[in-house]
């Protein structure tokens, strides 16, 4: 059964680079079965989805946070990754990795991390 | 961009239905999806394909999608079916969530 973690700093000091990583296990993120997805739910409200890897080359993004986000994978060692630039209080939230079956008609999120909060503060 | 309206918050007695409404431009013309999320806990999908209930969802949980609202019921509502509810879906290849209701079971 697929599993995902998250992990990285839970602090990230304004303009700064958030950077974080989703470990994936009993499962390949290689294997083109998933699109693995970043989504996140700042402090006391809602869920906003951020983007996918797909195939470990094909993207896509939230239209509001495309000119500052990349997701990226790395098939060795297993893992899939956010990178989020240019950081403000705004972008402080619980981050969550999630994964969609790639096949036709599933448009939901049925695996989901734990979860990892990021504070951006100085 | 494509917005999901959700009423902010839902009562219901235990026992009693509840109803949990999504609302989005032609939203019946694509597949809703719906996940619960207790406090300090991750999402669980409930419901997708509008009214498919994964492994594991206790049969109380159901759905329907039509028009512009999808809707998700809760019949025979216990204590534990408290929680925070998003409903979900695609528009232009983005995702888009709901902006939440909180089911409180007096």
């Known amino acids: 059964q697929v599993q995902l973690q998250e992990s990285g700093p839970g602090l990230v000091e304004p303009s700064q680079t958030l950077s974080l990583t989703c470990s994936v296990s009993?499962?390949?993120?290689?294997?083109?079965?998933?699109?693995w997805t970043w989504i996140r739910q700042h402090p006391g409200k809602g869920l906003e989805w951020i983007g996918y890897?797909?195939?470990?080359?094909?993207?896509a993004y939230n239209p509001s946070l495309r000119s500052r986000v990349i997701i990226s994978a790395d098939t060795s060692k297993n893992q899939f990754s956010l990178k989020l630039s240019s950081v403000s209080a705004a972008d402080t939230a619980v981050y969550y990795c999630?994964?969609?079956?790639?096949?036709?008609?599933?448009?939901?999120?049925?695996?989901w991390g734990r979860g990892t909060l990021v504070t951006v503060s100085s | 961009s494509y917005e999901l309206t959700q009423p902010p918050s839902v009562s219901v007695s235990p026992g009693q239905t509840a109803n949990i409404t999504c609302s989005g431009d032609?939203?019946?013309?694509?597949?809703a999806s719906w996940y619960q999320q207790r406090p300090g806990q991750s999402p669980v999908l409930v419901i997708y394909?509008?009214?498919t209930r994964p492994s594991g969802i206790p049969e109380r949980f159901s759905g329907s999608n039509s028009g512009n609202t999808a809707t998700l019921t809760i019949s025979g509502t216990q204590p534990m079916d408290e929680a925070d509810y998003y409903c979900?879906?695609?528009?232009?290849?983005?995702?888009?969530f709901g902006t939440g209701t909180t089911v409180t079971v007096l």
């Open positions: 394909q509008d009214n």
């Open positions: 999630a994964s969609r079956k790639a096949f036709r008609d599933s448009t939901h999120f049925d695996l």
């Open positions: 979900q879906a695609w528009d232009s290849n983005t995702g888009v």
């Open positions: 890897i797909y195939y470990s080359v094909t993207t």
């Open positions: 009993g499962g390949s993120i290689s294997g083109g079965n998933y699109y």
């Open positions: 032609k939203l019946g013309d694509k597949y």
